[in-house]
Structures are given as structure tokens and as C-alpha cells.
């Protein structure tokens, strides 16, 4: 392969579709291949990764202290309760335990997470806030209705009012 040619297959984005793992089979054998022949193309995909990598570590946001803990809890939980499940199915209906309420609480409340910590609420006060969200969207409806109806029958008497006293006048 000529320099011109090393070049251009340098920048026809197959190096940056093997390092980003989009690459077909066929361009990944044919990459190897010439990477092992030409260093050009080697010292381009070495350069091309190191950008990458430097791009990725700038670009970084450090997760909030504790994130590991929590994932590590949320871990242990998913799999205790799938240890759990797996025993259940072969005892009889009646030798069955009951379900604890840790997991009722958690069909009882949503999770949201803010910068001070967590926050639970009832799942049917969603549902009581979705319908006062309406509501007050409706309300708001009619109260710009009747304002403006309001102010059509103000100048309607207005109208009248000076209909009246060209009529008496004379």
C-alpha cells in the first residue's frame, strides 16, 4: 500500500469504528491485518485511542459518594428476592411465607432521589396531583371564559345604556 493510500484508509473511519467496536468483521480482519504490516496505521490507532481515552477521562463526572454502596445494596436486595422466589414456587400454597413488609412498603411508595437524599410519597397522591393538575387547568378554562364574557356584556350595556339616552333626548 502506498503513503497516499495508508492515508486515506487512516481517514476513511474504519480506526475510529473498531475503537468505538461499530466495526464490521471483515474491516476488523482487515484493519488487523494492515496494522500489523504498516505503523502508520498502527501509530494512527494508537494516537486515536489515547485522544479517546484522554476525551472520555475530561468528559467524566464523578459519581456522588456512596453510589457504589447503594448499587451494592440494590444488588444484594434483587438477588436475595430472586434466592427467595426460587424457593417459593415448589413449597405448597400453605407453607408459604408471607410477604414481608419491606416489599409492600416498596409498592406503596416511589423513590425520588434529590441532592438531600430521599424523599417517599404515597403512589396515590400521583394520581391526586395529576387530577388537581387538571382541574386546575380546567378552572383556569372557565375562568378565562367567563372574563371574557364578562367584559362582551359590559360594553353590550354600554351599548344600550347610550341607545337609551339618544331615545329619551328628544
Not at 497516499?4 to 468505538?20: D, M, Q, R, T
Not at 440494590?74 to 414481608?100: C, F, H, W
Not at 419491606?102 to 438531600?116: D, G, L, M, P, W
Not at 396515590?124 to 378554562?141: E, H, T
Request: charged share 30%.
Amino acid at each position: 500500500m502506498h503513503s497516499v493510500k495508508i492515508n486515506e484508509y487512516i481517514e476513511s473511519g474504519v480506526l475510529e469504528a473498531y475503537v468505538f467496536g461499530s466495526a464490521s468483521e471483515a474491516e476488523t480482519k482487515e484493519l488487523l491485518y494492515l496494522k500489523a504490516k504498516h505503523p502508520q496505521i498502527l501509530e494512527a490507532l494508537h494516537e486515536l485511542e489515547t485522544d479517546i481515552e484522554f476525551i472520555a477521562q475530561k468528559m467524566a463526572i464523578t459519581p456522588p459518594p456512596g453510589m457504589w454502596t447503594k448499587i451494592e445494596a440494590n444488588i444484594n436486595e434483587l438477588v436475595k428476592a430472586r434466592d427467595s422466589e426460587g424457593l417459593t414456587i415448589d413449597m405448597p400454597l400453605r407453607d408459604r411465607p408471607q410477604y414481608s413488609s419491606k416489599s409492600r412498603k416498596s409498592s406503596q411508595f416511589v423513590e425520588i432521589e434529590a441532592e438531600s437524599g430521599h424523599i417517599r410519597i404515597r403512589k396515590i397522591w400521583r394520581w391526586i396531583f395529576a387530577a388537581v393538575f387538571v382541574l386546575g387547568k380546567i378552572f383556569l378554562a372557565f375562568a378565562i371564559y367567563f372574563y371574557i364574557e364578562n367584559r362582551h356584556n359590559e360594553k353590550e350595556i354600554e351599548q344600550l345604556k347610550t341607545e337609551l339616552k339618544t331615545h329619551q333626548l328628544p
